[in-house]
């Protein structure tokens, strides 16, 4: 079965560049969700999309952006790095109909920053 | 943790013994769900309850909800190697349909 996937898989970066993280939903997933792990802490909600619609936000710095495309992929936009970004970062997605239920989780992109 | 706290943080145990973690969270939910994390790996949904339910089962695991103390845990019977992880339950509100997540407990299953 599709599963949710992302790349790159590994970035470093240095600080003050910028990064650009991608997640393709499962085929049909209408709605996407971005999450940021640092390391031995627990995934924080950033931002989320339906229909290609921002839908909800949390913890997301004003330097990260991120939109859903018309093929509901799903770009993470993350500017003026600082060493503290370094995290993994999920992207999931949700089928339609259901959004409270189960999210499918991305194998997660490692972040970098030097 | 954004949500609550998750107890134990770290468990060891034996192979074939059982393992109970809990978790506690702050709000009114709509659901409550357990994820599965291999080292800095992707999470894996492992078993979802609604606010409705009290108790749910699914093959080893067993789940628990009381709403009135707003807590849960999760029963992982017969435990094998296979199932060191770290374990973290998320919540989801009526009016969001975004996890938030506790803090985790990290399992060790010795063979």
């Known amino acids: 079965a599709a599963g949710v996937i992302q790349s790159p898989r590994h970035l470093i970066k240095e600080k003050r560049e910028t990064a650009t993280l991608k997640c393709y939903p499962i085929?049909?997933?209408?709605?996407v969700y971005w999450y940021q792990q640092g390391p031995g802490q627990d995934p924080q909600f950033l931002i989320s999309?339906?229909?290609?619609?921002?839908?909800d936000k949390g913890s997301i710095p004003d330097r990260f952006s991120a939109q859903q495309f018309s093929d509901y992929h799903s770009e993470l936009n993350m500017s003026s790095l600082e060493l503290g970004d370094s995290a993994l970062y999920f992207c999931?997605?949700?089928?339609?109909?259901?959004?409270?239920?189960?999210?499918?989780f991305g194998p997660g992109t490692r972040l970098t920053v030097t | 943790s954004q949500q609550g706290e998750e107890d134990p943080q770290a468990l060891s145990i034996q192979e074939g013994e059982n393992a109970t973690m809990n978790c506690s969270y702050k709000?009114?939910?709509?659901?409550l769900q357990w994820y599965r994390q291999n080292s800095g790996r992707g999470l894996v949904h492992l078993i979802l309850?609604?606010?409705?339910?009290r108790e749910k089962h699914s093959g080893r695991l067993r789940v628990t909800l009381d709403t009135s103390k707003k807590s849960s845990s999760l029963l992982i019977t017969a435990s094998r190697a296979a199932d060191t992880a770290s374990y973290f339950c998320?919540?989801?509100?009526?009016?969001?349909?975004?996890?938030?997540f506790g803090s985790g407990t990290r399992l060790l299953v010795r063979p």
């Open positions: 999931a997605s949700s089928p339609p109909m259901r959004p409270e239920n189960e999210q499918y």
């Open positions: 085929p049909r997933h209408d709605t």
């Open positions: 999309f339906y229909e290609k619609m921002q839908s």
């Open positions: 709000t009114s939910i709509n659901n």
């Open positions: 309850i609604r606010s409705n339910e």
């Open positions: 998320a919540t989801v509100m009526d009016s969001s349909y975004k996890l938030i």
